[in-house]
């Protein structure tokens, strides 16, 4: 049952991505809000998803890649629509969208049985520790497609060369403001996901730093984010380092939370997959 | 009745003709209600503005009209005819209908896609409608003609970029910082571009003005139309890190500002983004400055090149607003062709026959014997009756034909009976430009 709306959600997700490419190209409102709609309609779905995984599985659906992937994109469309809310951006939608549809394809794709739980993910601390981890990290994805953003706009208005897509992407001003906001919620985000995986960590292993590589990742990522807000606030990185650091942040958050499971092992590999 | 469209622009005309031929405050309510007592025309309408003087009217007769209103022209304004007949350029039916489409949606405007015609054309109508110019068919025409200029500025980009220099500055400023609402301008020596330039980033929402020329006074009796402060040209520097955007058109002869005091003063901003405008000619900023971060430098030819793309823009865009004008052309000229008394009269016959047809197809079928006689019979009857009935409204209809109000009757025709034709039908519509 799950899966089945769980493709469901995809399907929502694929229509959504394309309405607002379309948008993006034809500029036409309408295509937009039929974007949103189906967006929200996904996310809705999406949770409905989640809720009855959980109840199948009896645990936090988030113990598989499958899963996590899943619930990685989940995560980026809630903290898009929370965004929504506030700025109103509508060229964010076909970032956002493409972004999440990159992480549910393969989340289709991969093997998708609910497997008994590994005796270590038993704890409360799995949710606490993921939901946070993961909130944070979909802050950052956000912060990492108006980064995306903000190059392109500051290029060609520093260039001279206002173009098409200048005309399609929100003010710098905007953009860095985005970029602000996001380190402000996600940074506190990502030391708690942090900082509770640990003390989990103490729990299940005995130990509440062990230098696995994921945890030398995360601290690695922590260390870029931690920079970015320092300067930030005291020498004034803003505008294109900023955007800058907020790529190389989401890419460091990528390769925490991926390029580490598939080519290193440690402790945080509990399934093949 | 036609439509009937006399004029001459800033196409066809210069200035000192323009002018002799406009009508201006009180003068067009007197001249609209000269042209009313002219046998020849049932409505009329006057719009006159700096680039145009139209006469809008419905004739009977357009040879006539034509001939009317070339010599009230004359003689109202009191120049000859051979003065401005070169001018001038006549408009009928379709193309009549196709000009004012696309005068409304500023197709025909000096700047193409400015949108200031559009309220002039409404105070026009208003002006003709207090009047009692404007009957139906101008009232119709107008009101479709500023839904057809609503449907050109939502449905294209036409209206969108900036087109002079002092509004492409004002478009860059948004770009880079967003909102202006709580940004500070620094005025570097005055001139009349630079003035326009800060006065539509105070219209943008710019709160702060600072004012800097080598003549002190010059600078106060500037920061006084701005509501801003004056200051020493010598100690501008100082004043750099607290504005965001200075536009600069001193007259040196070598650079002001070089990218090592921008460097400090952006240092001393923490990167707080600046936008530095140049336009003046030497240059007043050395263009390195451009290369520092988060600083960015536009001099008047970075800023005619926005403005050139930006028009070029507005031309493709004109092209699909033309294709919007002639498919609404298309429909009110069949809305307007409809008011013809001939077709009138036959759909009019058609729907009644088609009425009685299906009666009598619905009373025959319940008789249970009825012979090929009485059935005869009741067919005459019932066409008698139609016929009966059609007779003086027709003979009224076809008798208004040689009158100014048959559209009138036509209408009413249209309605009453809900004929085809009226597109939408219904008297609905009469009323608003708010579209299909």
Request: aromatic share 10%; glycine share 6%.
């Amino acid at each position: 049952m799950n899966v089945w709306v769980f493709n469901l959600t995809v399907a929502l997700y694929v229509l959504a991505t394309l309405k607002y490419l379309l948008f993006i190209i034809l500029l036409r409102e309408l295509l937009a809000k039929i974007a949103f709609l189906s967006v929200s309609a996904g996310f809705i779905l999406h949770s409905v998803a989640f809720v009855l995984r959980y109840l199948e599985a009896g645990h936090t659906p988030v113990t598989n890649l499958h899963e996590s992937l899943s619930f990685f994109a989940w995560a980026i469309i809630g903290v898009y629509l929370a965004f929504y809310w506030r700025y109103r951006i509508k060229v964010l939608g076909p970032f956002i969208s493409t972004l999440a549809l990159i992480l549910m394809i393969p989340a289709m794709v991969l093997p998708k049985e609910i497997l008994p739980l590994a005796p270590v993910l038993r704890s409360y601390w799995l949710p606490i520790h993921v939901i946070f981890a993961f909130l944070g990290n979909a802050v950052f994805a956000l912060a990492f497609c108006t980064g995306i953003m903000y190059v392109i706009q500051e290029h060609q208005v520093k260039s001279k060369h206002i173009g098409v897509l200048s005309r399609r992407l929100p003010s710098l001003g905007v953009l860095d403001e985005i970029n602000y906001k996001a380190l402000t919620f996600g940074f506190p985000l990502l030391t708690v996901g942090i900082i509770t995986g640990s003390i989990w960590a103490q729990y299940a292993w005995g130990s509440y730093w062990s230098w696995d590589p994921k945890e030398t990742w995360s601290l690695i990522t922590w260390c870029l984010y931690a920079a970015l807000l320092h300067q930030r606030l005291t020498v004034g990185w803003r505008g294109r380092k900023a955007a800058i650091m907020a790529i190389i942040g989401f890419l460091a958050i990528v390769f925490t939370f991926l390029g580490v499971n598939l080519l290193l092992t440690g402790f945080h590999a509990y399934s093949n997959w | 009745m036609d439509i009937l469209v006399i004029g001459i622009n800033h196409k066809t005309a210069p200035v000192e003709l323009r002018e002799k031929l406009s009508f201006l405050g009180e003068e067009l309510g007197r001249s609209l209600s000269r042209l009313l007592e002219f046998p020849e025309f049932a409505e009329n309408m006057i719009l006159s503005t700096c680039n145009r003087v139209e006469i809008y009217a419905t004739t009977r007769d357009v040879e006539r009209g034509i001939v009317a209103l070339k010599n009230f022209l004359a003689e109202y304004h009191g120049v000859s005819l051979e003065e401005f007949e070169k001018s001038l350029y006549v408009h009928l039916g379709r193309t009549a209908i196709r000009h004012i489409f696309r005068v409304a949606s500023s197709l025909d405007s000096m700047v193409v896609g400015e949108p200031q015609i559009l309220g002039q054309i409404k105070e026009a109508h208003n002006i003709a409608a207090y009047h009692n110019a404007s009957g139906i068919i101008l009232n119709k025409l107008l009101h479709r003609a500023f839904h057809v200029a609503k449907r050109v500025r939502t449905e294209t980009k036409i209206g969108d970029s900036a087109v002079s220099i002092s509004y492409a500055a004002v478009e860059l400023a948004k770009k880079i910082f967003g909102a202006l609402e709580d940004k500070a301008v620094m005025l570097l020596g005055a001139g009349e571009m630079a003035e326009l330039a800060a006065k539509h980033l105070i219209t943008a929402g710019a709160k702060r003005v600072v004012v800097a020329s080598r003549t002190y006074q010059r600078a106060v009796n500037l920061a006084m139309i701005f509501n801003g402060e004056a200051i020493e040209f010598d100690g501008f520097h100082e004043q750099l890190e607290g504005v965001d955007i200075v536009i600069s058109s001193t007259g040196a002869p070598h650079y002001i500002l070089r990218p090592e005091d921008v460097l400090g003063v952006i240092k001393a901003r923490k990167y707080k983004p600046m936008f530095f405008i140049d336009i003046a000619v030497p240059r007043d900023i050395d263009p390195e400055v451009n290369g520092i971060e988060n600083v960015y430098l536009y001099d008047i030819d970075d800023l005619q090149e926005v403005v050139d793309t930006n028009r070029e823009r507005r031309e493709r865009e004109a092209r699909r607003a033309e294709e919007i004008v002639e498919e609404e052309v298309l429909k009110f000229y069949h809305w307007h062709k409809s008011l013809d008394v001939v077709p009138t009269v036959v759909s009019l016959k058609e729907k009644l026959e088609e009425i009685r047809r299906r009666e009598l197809d619905k009373a025959l079928s319940s008789f249970s014997r009825i012979t090929e006689k009485e059935r005869r019979s009741l067919e005459s009857l019932t066409s008698a009756i139609i016929k009966k009935i059609l007779h003086d409204p027709v003979t009224v209809l076809k008798s208004s034909d040689l009158n100014m109000d048959t559209h009138v009757y036509v209408d009413a025709v249209r309605k009453l009976f809900r004929l085809e034709g009226e597109e939408g039908g219904g008297a609905k519509r009469q009323g608003g430009d708010d579209g299909d």
